[in-house]
């Protein structure tokens, strides 16, 4: 019952998704003002039916009834009641039953608290949406359908592929789709502008908070699933440039790169027509994500061909998208003119570094993604482009950018002498390549990339500092005014400073952990005790244990630093569903080093299989994603942005019930 | 289900390299090791047979220390997979042919783009005003003299 009710609610946000598409566009070309306010119910509803969808779905799992194919195909009762709801998201079918709601959350809020908005823009960028959303749910509906029924209901489900059954992966989806689709803003957004043939500072200022909101989900996401690949898959790896993790790197690029460019239309009122541009590269990153991960094509070139309805459909997608964005800019950019002046050192300058850098980084990223694909299809030879490819490909970019960050940051606009600028960052270079230096003095083995990573890392890091001392006058004034100047900053500058130094902490903990990792995988004796890194390790037993949904094989290891002991715990899960082997490291966290046990198979003439790896300084990576996402969040609760206040009370109610 | 079947292959769950397959010798282990990283398991989705579980990785495992054991260079024993398995199996591609397309995208790209860049950037230099109103302010007070 709920499920058919699920399944009508869906195809009833398809019609209301169409009229939002065609009468709000019209209304706005021919100035009809009761055509174009059509665009804030019909977004607003189609939200409140597709969450009614979602619970439809969700009901269905929660309940594990399987007469759902959905359900039968990726659930199982005996799951916990966690699984059971994730499970929701974590299949073709379901994902893509929550892209479009999130596609309709971005859309009724723009409906419901874009009242400051001139109507015509908003019955624009409602349109362009409702066009993403016709277009997505027809896919859903039509290839993907989630509410499918089975003649004959099997008694129990498959179950949930176990390497989702885990907290990490479970919210890592919905995040990304979050990030994902809140470019579609953007891109709704640059649409509009680009009929109306206007952008100014107030576009900008509606497009930044969603392009940061955005990102800042991105952010999230790209780390929980980069963690989860640290502690679940047995080795600590963290990043494989997979074309998946890939499919979620170049929209974080482009958003980064559109986000920074904003601030350029916003504050200066130049690089328009880039920002447009951009904001509609960033969109189609997402898309390109989308038909990389679900068409199948990334696994091979053959499954795309023997099924390809769904590939087929988001390609579809995806030329229309892309090429008649690209075709109305093509006309239309050049009404996006601007006079604003600055010199070659400047702010604007910096930014239009930033923006080359961050562009051609993900331009590599997606021709690394793709080569494989054009070299099969042109010539039929299968070739790979994997890790070291990426390395050294993409790194350089990176090292630029580390580079310039301090000083495009530090520059004012319209017009800089690079000397005044640089005067507060002197000392700070110094200090970060001191330490840089002392770090290669002092390690065993010649490697460069720790004293590298550390001068770079500490020069964003220490850079940033600076301009906040800087702008504070510290030093210079009597310190109590020096912390009021800082408190009087604006929240934007905050998010900069953080923003920037999470970026220098990842750069630090990539380094370190690269340079200095050492390991140790051996047969393992009971009571033997050995060595790595100045820690002595034990083996004192392995038992055998139940789970809720799997069997448990439990190694018990007497780890010694020389001043204390402690005992660490790496498991073996088998699921018991899906006969399915998972490994459950044992790791014991620190801020400057993480001890990572895994345990191994039991060894032909007696003893386990243990591999040990010390790994300086990792949490950085996540911690710094971490604090680079407070920074976006906390850029985002910036004064500036907060003009629609008042309106949303207004709007409250009707958005309400649903939330 | 694609999807799924793509991270069950991404995440091989268990073990890589296993001990018994590792070579006494610690430098030429630390050679195989880093031999292993370049190489891709042919059955996986995009992994190296370092990192891999699968039985066709353990075998090229263990392929390349027999090579190494036998008094191969590095580039011999990456030869020697590859004339058995293709260049498939080099994550990283080649720098010939075609591939070079691939290599000089990111380079060509910032020169391009960089060139680009400067010309924006010294344009709007140029316009700079010598009264110190920018375009838009002129243009505000040319109206103003206009009206």
Known sequence: MFVELGQYALILAFVFAIVQAIIPMIGAQKGWNNWMVIAVPTAQIQFILLIGSFAALTYAFVVSDFSVQLVANNSHSDKPMLYKVTGVWANHEGSMLLWNLILAIFGAAVATFGNNLPPELRARVLSVQAMIGVAFLAFLIFTSNPFLRLDIPPINGNGLNPLLQDPGLAFHPPFLYLGYVGLSMAFSFAIAALIEGKVDAAWARWVRPWTLAAWVFLTIGIALGSWWAYYELGWGGYWFWDPVENSSFMPWLAATALLHSAIVVEKRDTLKAWTVLLAIIAFSFSLIGTFLVRSGILTSVHAFATDPARGTFVLGILAVAIGGALTLYAFRANTLKSHAVFSTFSRESGLVLNNLLLSVAAAVVLVGTLWPLVIEFTTGDKISVGAPFFDMAFTPFMVVLAMALPIGAILPWKRAKLGNSMKPLWGMMALSVALGTYVWATQTGGRMLAPIGLTLASWIILGAVADFANRSRFGQIPLRDSMRRLRNLPRSDWGKVLAHSGLGMIIFGISAVTAWETEDIRTTQFGERYELSGYYFTLNKVENLEGPNYDIVRAEILVEDGSKSWLMYPEKRNFIVQRMPTTEAAIDISLTRDVYIALGDPQEGGGYAVRIYIKPFVDWIWIGAMVMALGGLTSLFDRRYRVAAPSRKRAKPLAAPAE | ?147
Do not use: H
Not at chain 2, 14 to 40: F, H, N, Q, Y
Not at chain 2, 69 to 86: A, I, N, S
Not at chain 2, 89 to 110: A, D, E, Q, R
């Open chain 2, 1 to 147: 289900m694609r999807y799924l079947l793509f991270i069950l292959m991404l995440a091989s769950p268990a073990m890589a390299v296993e001990p018994s397959e590792m070579l006494a010798d610690p430098v030429l282990e630390a050679r195989a090791r880093v031999i292993s990283k370049g190489l891709r398991c042919v059955v996986c989705q995009n992994e190296n047979i370092d990192d891999s579980n699968a039985g066709i990785a353990a075998d090229l495992r263990v392929l390349v220390r027999e090579r190494l054991t036998l008094g191969d260079t590095d580039e011999e024993t990456m030869q020697y997979v590859v004339d058995r398995y293709g260049e498939y199996v080099l994550l990283k591609p080649t720098f010939f042919g075609s591939n070079m397309i691939l290599w000089l995208m990111g380079p060509f790209l910032l020169l391009a783009g960089g060139f680009g860049a400067i010309v924006f950037i010294r344009g709007r230099g140029k316009q700079r005003p010598e009264e110190g109103l920018d375009a838009d302010e002129q243009e505000k007070l040319a109206r103003l003299l206009r009206d």
